[in-house]
């Protein structure tokens, strides 16, 4: 409601203002706004037994208040000179600037903390980018609340605690044992991206191993457990634009015996790849050489 005139005439006693009772009627209305009254149709109704209560849609006419503004705050608009209900304290950032500070519009786009010029923690959906020159880093996540993990983003030293490293935490090309591998025949791939050794359960004919992907420092084991290995033919090759393979000892592929090769990457420079193998029997033996 808006606010009533309480017309007090010209001048005293000049008669030309509002009667007492008509002035009153006005103070009463408004009163009634304020204590969150409907006013009543008979003016002589009480309006009293309420605790001020000032209704949100009679602030300003820029307020529509419904049952989803629950919990939201005042704010003034200088615009329209009135207040508006908002949601300051719960869901997503909308647009904050505080200087060289905290920026960004989370529902559009990626919150930003520049904490120095130039450098910033970037705060996605679901990780924490951090991007500094010449600055340290202490990254901690409590127990149970998830990961902490370094993206390359030009960090040329990580300090990592001793003994911290799992085995669980290496590449699969390290730790990884894969299913066993019945092809006897053509071209068998040897992904060594993903696995550490490999076993051939089949007996090898005319065959080629081929290494795919191995990395300087790998050694990779492949395990020729087939029953007859007599007729095996085994031709070695990799995925390297151009290789140097060399034979390390004497010993040759023995086609009466289960044979262990093992491959180890001295380069991984593609053009320019070099890898050392050697191959023995193998022979189920517990006892001490």
Not at 2 to 15: E, I, K, P, R, T
Not at 87 to 111: E, P, R
């Amino acid at each position: 409601m808006a606010s009533l005139n309480l017309d007090v005439g010209s001048a005293a006693n000049a008669n030309d203002g509002a009667t007492l009772r008509d002035a009153f009627i006005n103070v009463r209305k408004m009163f009634a706004e304020i204590y969150g009254f409907s006013y009543p149709a008979n003016d002589s109704d009480s309006i009293a037994g309420n605790s001020l209560a000032i209704k949100a849609a009679s602030l300003s006419h820029t307020i529509t208040p419904d049952s989803g503004n629950d919990g939201y705050v005042l704010t003034y608009d200088h615009s329209s000179g009135g207040f508006t209900l908002e949601q300051k304290f719960d869901g997503d950032i909308t647009g904050i600037v505080a200087g060289n500070g905290l920026t960004g519009d989370a529902t559009s786009g990626d919150a930003t903390l520049n904490v120095v010029g130039g450098d910033g923690i970037t705060a996605n959906a679901d990780e924490i980018e951090v991007a500094v020159d010449d600055s340290t880093i202490e990254l901690s996540a409590t127990s149970g609340s998830g990961a902490v993990r370094i993206k390359d983003l030009g960090v040329t030293t990580a300090k990592i605690a001793d003994d911290n490293i799992t085995h669980a935490k290496l590449e699969g090309r390290y730790t990884t044992i894969p299913a066993d591998i019945t092809t006897t025949t053509g071209t068998i791939n040897l992904d060594c991206a993903s696995n550490a050794n490999f076993r051939l359960t089949g007996n090898l004919g005319t065959c080629t191993f081929n290494l795919q992907n191995m990395k300087t420092g790998q050694v990779v084991e492949v395990l020729c457990d087939g029953s007859d290995l007599s007729s095996a033919s085994i031709t070695l090759d990799t995925t390297f634009t151009s290789d140097t393979i060399n034979k390390v000892g004497t010993t040759n592929f023995q086609g009466s015996k289960k044979n262990l090769f093992v491959f180890s990457c001295l380069d991984d420079t593609d053009g320019d790849a070099f890898i050392n193998y050697t191959v023995n029997e193998v022979d189920a033996d517990t006892s001490q050489p």
